[in-house]
């Protein structure tokens, strides 16, 4: 499938272990709080919860059909979007990741949700400029968005945050060459201030399926998802069409990230 789509699946299942440690010095509100020690960073609170605004940004950008990849505990993402939090402009409906295996197995929880149709993949604690959104809708084939590291620290992402995620290779015709994913220090000396960061946004294809059920079990005993990926391009001969953004992506990983979202966020009318 080629030209516009309008497919998205939004990974939830995450254990939210960082987000789960106490931290000197921070001080949330007891809704925020309760999400926090749940480890369910999708649903703390700014006014409303932050999917809440992770989904509207998908439906300004024309997705209609929205998959959460969630876990099988997580009755309070299912019960709000099924009830008070039901989206007016989008479809939802849910993937059960049974145990946290990793990001390449909770896509594989959403295959049947795919079907034939291209769609994209992205994370359900970023949140990612408009911009980005339409511009994977509308490539016409897979590919990514990569971000500009002047960009990201425009943002809420600190100098040193940088290097937990991935820095990539593009090739001079514009395709993904390369992902390496939080780079040893050499290596992320090495790819310079220019380096472009994947913030894990994504415009797959079915076929992408194979490398999630291919790729090595990492460390963590997870199968993960740049890693697909890097196996996808590197191995399987997956094409993946770069764009560049210089505009921030908001990463709530952490406590201390919270209040600095809420002054992000509060501009901004959450409308899924």
């Known amino acids: 499938m080629t030209g516009e789509i309008d497919k998205a699946i939004i990974l939830a299942r995450g254990l939210g272990k960082r987000m789960r440690r106490a931290e000197d010095g921070v001080s949330l509100e007891a809704e925020q709080e309760k999400a926090a020690a749940d480890g369910v960073k999708a649903m703390v609170p700014f006014g409303r919860p932050f999917l809440d605004y992770v989904l509207s940004g998908l439906a300004d950008a024309g997705f209609r059909r929205i998959c959460l990849v969630v876990g099988p505990e997580h009755d309070a993402i299912r019960d709000y979007y099924h009830g008070a939090g039901r989206p007016r402009r989008l479809s939802v409906e849910f993937a059960i990741q049974a145990e946290p295996l990793g990001t390449a197995d909770a896509l594989l929880s959403a295959q049947s949700f795919v079907g034939e149709d291209e769609f994209i993949v992205l994370n359900s604690d970023n949140y990612y400029p408009v911009s980005a959104l339409v511009v994977l809708r509308t490539m016409g084939e897979p590919g990514t968005v990569l971000f500009e590291r002047g960009g990201l620290l425009r943002g809420n992402v600190p100098a040193e945050r940088i290097r ?33 960061v994947s913030m894990n ?3 797959l294809s079915p076929a992408f399926f194979d490398a999630c059920r291919s790729v090595e079990i990492s460390a963590r005993g997870e199968r993960e998802l740049p890693q697909a990926i890097r196996l996808a391009v590197r191995t399987l001969g997956l094409r993946l069409k770069v764009a560049r953004s210089g505009e921030p992506v908001l990463d709530l990983s952490r406590r201390g990230d919270i209040a600095s979202i809420g002054r992000w966020l509060r501009g901004i009318e959450a409308n899924p």
């Not at 990539?168 to 290596?187: F, H, N, R």
């Open 164 to 196: 937990d995620f991935a820095v990539t290779v593009v090739d001079a015709s514009g395709y993904l060459a390369d992902i390496i994913e939080k780079p040893d220090e050499q290596t992320f000396r090495a790819a310079g201030e220019n380096a472009l």
């Open 201 to 203: 946004i994504w415009r």
